[in-house]
């Protein structure tokens, strides 16, 4: 079943038209990570591939969450469309989620969804199934409000802001100040995303309480690299037993030792445990009880951050398993961009070599198709900048090397040369010394067209 449509749209800000990417039935059930991304207000945003503005496009939509029994229908009233077309267009998406849905788990409430007449009014169905009451979104639209009086003035009205909204701002009121940067900047609002992350760093320097986040990242950070620092000094010398020992040196300090599991969670394995164990019952009085909360603390620390990968991995493997069983791939890929990373990349690349492995040909083929896609579709993505690297680093010969620097490299200014040794300082990093001296080696060359066309 198709979960998104192609239609025909028009730029507001520069009036080109365009073909764009809408969802219409977002379920759940087959896409976990909708629900995040639909909530977030992710959903339905489309970038004018010829100016980048990003749009808000107006869609009948229906959400479907089974464990929660929850099926929600809604028609923007701004489409101004008759309420028999209303009824006609509903029945159909409603037909389609019935349809995805095996025989076994269609349930009463199916035939019975919940009517939503505004986008927010559909959010808070969602939120009451999710247990989150009024009174804490109420709280959350209050920091809301707050948060965007201080984008409505001036740098020099936010020091009489935090005094007036002191009550507000918390630690809650933080992290929703980057997530919401977040997803400003997805979206294509670069300058609502540049406003909040200044706000933030304006907070963390001007607030009692972002003063003792700061003070408590900085701590962190200490630790983390007093830890490093002790482990790099074992060297070739890092034996189980050199190891055991680092540990036991950190038994009482649980700062230290989270550290130290973050860096070295595979070192942590089973026999390690069987060792700290044979250690613990041999160990007597207060010794015993220290080991004893060692190991208790190393347990939980290694069990949360398996948790933590895993919830990762799946999610990876939730976007990529949505993509692969949709009919129009292109179109699954683009609304979930913020979801393509390392992690799904990762997870792709072994989905493909186990298909190989298993002589799935037709299982490979597709995955490949996707990999293939999603590389295209990240580089038309890229910025300009990136896609000149990316062009440049691509040519086939030296002379069509120069023909792009030739063609292209005087749109920017010295900036370009900048991200350009950045670029070649991660391929250096990356141990692909020769791409990052071969990108260098075009350095003068495109400094002299920047040059002039700065």
Same mark, same amino acid.
């Given at each position: 079943m198709s979960q998104v449509v192609r239609t025909s749209l028009t730029c507001p800000r520069?009036?080109?038209?365009?073909?764009?990417? +809408?969802?219409?039935?977002i379920n759940v059930d087959d896409d976990p990570q909708a629900k995040t991304r639909f909530l977030s207000g992710q959903v339905n945003q489309v970038q004018c591939p010829n100016c980048g503005f990003t749009m808000a496009v107006g869609t009948p939509l229906v959400y479907h969450d089974g464990a929660r029994e929850l099926f929600i229908t809604y028609v923007p009233m701004e489409l101004n469309i008759p309420q028999q077309e209303r009824e006609r267009v509903v029945g159909d998406l409603s037909r389609r989620l019935m349809d995805s849905i095996p025989q076994e788990k269609r349930k009463g409430y199916l035939f019975q969804p919940k009517q939503a007449l505004t986008l927010p009014g559909m959010i808070d169905m969602i939120l009451d199934a999710e247990g989150i009451t009024q009174e804490m979104r109420d709280a959350q639209r209050e920091k809301m409000?707050?948060?965007?009086?201080?984008?409505?003035?001036?740098?020099?009205?936010?020091?009489?802001? +935090?005094?007036?909204? $002191?009550?507000?701002?918390?630690l809650e009121f933080f992290q929703m100040t980057l997530v919401t940067a977040e997803n400003a900047a997805q979206s294509g609002k670069d300058e609502m995303a540049e406003g909040l992350i200044l706000l933030y760093n304006f907070l963390v320097q001007n607030t009692e309480i972002g003063q003792q986040a700061l003070q408590? $990242?900085?701590v962190q950070e200490e630790v983390i690299r007093?830890?490093?620092?002790?482990?790099?000094?074992?060297?070739?010398?890092? &034996?189980?037993? $050199?190891?055991?020992?680092?540990?036991?040196?950190? $038994?009482?300090? &649980?700062?230290?030792v989270q550290a130290l599991v973050g860096l070295m969670r595979p070192a942590f394995d089973y026999n390690f445990f069987q060792e700290l164990s044979a250690k613990m019952a041999a160990a007597e009085g207060e010794e015993r009880e220290l080991l004893v909360d060692l190991r208790q603390d190393l347990l939980e620390m290694t069990t949360a951050l398996d948790q933590q990968t895993q919830v990762v991995l799946q999610r990876a493997a939730d976007t990529l398993r949505f993509i692969v069983n949709s009919e129009d791939i292109d179109a699954a890929i683009r609304p979930r961009l913020d979801q393509i990373d390392d992690t799904f990349l990762a997870v792709l690349q072994a989905n493909i070599r186990n298909a190989e492995e298993h002589q799935d040909l037709q299982l490979g083929a597709r995955l490949k198709q996707v990999l293939d896609k999603v590389l295209e579709i990240l580089r038309d993505a890229a910025p300009p900048q990136i896609r000149f690297i990316n062009e440049l680093m691509s040519a086939p010969t030296e002379a069509d090397a120069?023909? +792009?620097?030739?063609a292209q490299a005087g749109q920017y200014?010295?900036?370009?040369?900048?991200l350009m040794e950045a670029v070649a300082q991660d391929l250096d990093e990356s141990e692909r010394s020769d791409e990052a001296a071969r990108l260098r080696g075009y350095t003068a060359a495109v400094a002299s067209y920047v040059s002039a066309g700065a």
């Open positions: 520069c009036g080109q038209s365009f073909q764009g990417v +809408v969802e219409q039935i409000r707050v948060m965007e009086m201080f984008l409505q003035v001036g740098e020099d009205q936010w020091p009489r802001l +935090v005094e007036e909204n $002191a009550d507000m701002i918390d408590q $990242a900085q007093e830890v490093a620092e002790d482990v790099q000094r074992l060297g070739e010398n890092l &034996t189980r037993e $050199a190891f055991m020992d680092l540990v036991l040196s950190y $038994a009482g300090d &649980t700062d230290r120069y023909a +792009v620097i030739q200014g010295p900036e370009l040369l900048e």
